[in-house]
């Protein structure tokens, strides 16, 4: 995505967090356990959460006993992490764009970003990470994809709603099974930062009812990016074909795709 979309896009998720924090899903709790496993975070780790977003991923981290600073641009969806993790006094919740944070003088022993790296100014990303990451600390990124399976037939027939509703909607989109989705690759590491990315990867089948998946829908950039009329009317079709073919109620098949690489240790390149 270009610098447009990009900036434009992470700024609609300030818009309602109290809907985000509410419809999101949150993460599978085993990809914890593996982000504990690969990066050897364990109690007293001190981590770094870019775009923390309402604390979905911040929360079962803190019950590691991580002690985590979590970086979150939109002022609302700040409010709503420290409502969530208030009862965590080893989680602080600071309120800016990781393009523009100080960080301290200790470094971490992880940085972390689920399902919101790919917001961050590509020319930061990487290299701020790492400056912040002590000697053998590591990088942990999220994405998350949604894929073939679930109510299939539903998901084939809503092709029209955006086809019809969003003129970005490129035709005859199908969705595509988890084997075929390529494993995630934010960036070229062109200054040889990370060693090379291990991955893990998680499906599971979500039902909504209708008005649960509308809401959903709500939280995406791309469903907000909408003039709020067209969107509205969008998800009044999509909602009257849950209703009407599909008995009120919708599976959706997520796969959230874990990503780890380890600060490469400059020493040994050389």
């Known amino acids: 995505?270009?610098?447009?979309?990009?900036?434009?896009?992470?700024?609609?998720?300030?818009?309602?967090?109290?809907?985000?924090?509410?419809?999101?899903?949150?993460?599978?709790?085993?990809?914890?356990?593996?982000?504990?496993?690969?990066?050897?975070?364990?109690?007293?780790?001190?981590?770094?959460?870019?775009?923390?977003?309402?604390?979905?991923?911040?929360?079962?981290?803190?019950?590691?006993?991580?002690?985590?600073?979590?970086v979150e641009l939109g002022a609302d969806m700040a409010r709503v992490a420290r409502r969530r993790l208030a009862r965590f006094a080893h989680v602080e919740v600071v309120r800016a764009a990781f393009e523009d944070w100080r960080p301290p003088a200790e470094p971490f022993d992880l940085v972390a970003s689920a399902t919101a790296f790919h917001w961050i100014d590509p020319a930061v990303r990487l290299a701020k990470s790492a400056a912040v990451l002590r000697t053998g600390g590591a990088l942990a990124t999220v994405a998350t994809?949604?894929?073939?399976?679930?109510?299939?037939?539903?998901?084939?027939?809503?092709?029209?709603?955006?086809?019809?509703?969003?003129?970005?909607?490129?035709?005859?989109?199908?969705?595509?099974?988890?084997?075929?989705?390529?494993?995630?690759?934010p960036e070229?590491?062109?200054?040889?930062?990370?060693?090379?990315?291990v991955f893990r990867r998680y499906e599971r089948d979500l039902e909504y009812t209708t008005?649960?998946?509308?809401?959903?829908?709500?939280?995406?950039?791309g469903h907000r990016a909408l003039g709020p009329r067209v969107r509205e009317r969008?998800?009044?079709?999509?909602?009257?074909?849950?209703?009407?073919?599909?008995?009120?109620?919708?599976?959706?098949?997520?796969?959230?795709?874990?990503?780890v690489a380890r600060l490469r240790d400059t020493a040994d390149a050389r």
């Open 145 to 185: 994809h949604h894929v073939y399976g679930g109510s299939t037939a539903f998901f084939a027939e809503v092709q029209e709603c955006y086809e019809r509703f969003d003129p970005s909607t490129p035709p005859d989109v199908r969705l595509r099974p988890a084997a075929e989705v390529p494993f995630d690759d």
């Open 234 to 259: 969008m998800l009044d079709r999509i909602g009257g074909l849950i209703d009407r073919r599909h008995g009120g109620r919708v599976v959706k098949r997520y796969l959230t795709e874990l990503r």
């Open 188 to 197: 070229p590491d062109a200054a040889g930062l990370f060693d090379a990315p």
């Open 1 to 70: 995505m270009d610098d447009t979309e990009r900036v434009r896009g992470r700024a609609t998720f300030t818009e309602d967090a109290e809907l985000y924090d509410r419809a999101r899903p949150g993460y599978p709790p085993r990809m914890f356990d593996d982000l504990a496993e690969l990066t050897g975070a364990g109690p007293g780790s001190r981590v770094l959460e870019i775009g923390c977003g309402t604390g979905q991923a911040t929360g079962p981290m803190a019950e590691r006993g991580y002690r985590i600073v979590a």
């Open 211 to 221: 008005g649960e998946y509308l809401d959903v829908l709500r939280t995406y950039s």
